[in-house]
């Protein structure tokens, strides 16, 4: 079955630091790749996404992920965070009618 | 762009009574809907899909049943709650005119005790 994982369950970063985080999935054939942010008292939304083409994707609120296809990853960055990124963010996979797989998350404390 | 209402918001049960959440979809039509659960400490699990009115696929054996009477409308439904039916309860949307982007509702916390 396929899943994802998400390795950081908690960052806590000051204002200004850089960001990555981990994001693997598990599927042997052609994958859409998502990640959904939901910032405290919001909806899920949509932050980026892969289909196909170059594997760097820019998002909003200048977010981007890379797919590294040979291992499996999406890892997400920003360059340098605000107060205002803190959320809780979710790396997904498309397996088929839309059906999405979501790693367990990873809540991000911004401390101005 | 799609509107997606869930209700209620919060919702506190106790164990043996039925439960009913809706979904309701505004801004397309002819989407594919999904019921996810959050439980604490792990990630979204796709419950149930529909691809259109009495359609329902479920993902995972458990508790709970789908219904779609109407393209726009999902509900999510118990006869008797479980302990282990607590979490928070996802309404998602996928329809033709939000490209392949799906689109969620607010959610339901639901506690049973």
């Known amino acids: 079955a396929q899943s994802v994982s998400q390795h950081n369950h908690h960052v806590i970063l000051s204002e200004a630091a850089s960001l990555e985080l981990g994001c693997n999935y598990s599927?042997?054939?052609?994958?859409?790749l998502f990640w959904y942010v939901q910032y405290p008292g919001q909806h899920l939304q949509l932050l980026l996404k892969?289909?196909?083409?170059?594997?760097l994707v820019k998002g909003i609120k200048g977010f981007e992920a890379e797919f590294i296809k040979s291992k499996f990853s999406f890892n997400l960055r920003k360059p340098s965070v605000q107060w205002s990124d803190t959320a809780e963010y979710f790396c997904?996979?498309?397996?088929?009618?839309?059906?999405?797989?979501f790693g367990t998350g990873t809540r991000l404390l911004v401390s101005p | 762009s799609q509107t997606i209402h869930q209700w209620p918001a919060t919702l506190v049960q106790p164990v043996g009574s039925p439960l009913s959440l809706e979904c309701t979809v505004e801004?397309?039509?002819?989407?594919?809907l999904y019921w996810y659960r959050q439980a604490a400490g792990r990630g979204l699990q796709l419950l149930f899909y529909?691809?259109?009115?009495?359609?329902i696929s479920s993902e995972v054996p458990q508790n709970l049943s789908a219904s779609r009477p109407q393209d726009r409308q999902f509900i999510l439904s118990s006869k008797k709650l479980l302990l282990s039916d607590s979490g928070f309860y996802l309404c998602?949307?996928?329809?033709?005119?939000?490209?392949?982007?799906?689109?969620f509702g607010p959610g339901t916390r639901l506690l049973v005790l």
């Open positions: 997904a996979v498309n397996t088929g009618f839309q059906k999405l797989v």
């Open positions: 599927y042997g054939g052609t994958v859409n």
């Open positions: 892969y289909f196909s083409g170059d594997p």
């Open positions: 801004g397309t039509s002819n989407p594919n």
């Open positions: 529909s691809v259109g009115i009495g359609q």
């Open positions: 998602a949307s996928h329809g033709s005119s939000g490209g392949e982007t799906q689109y």
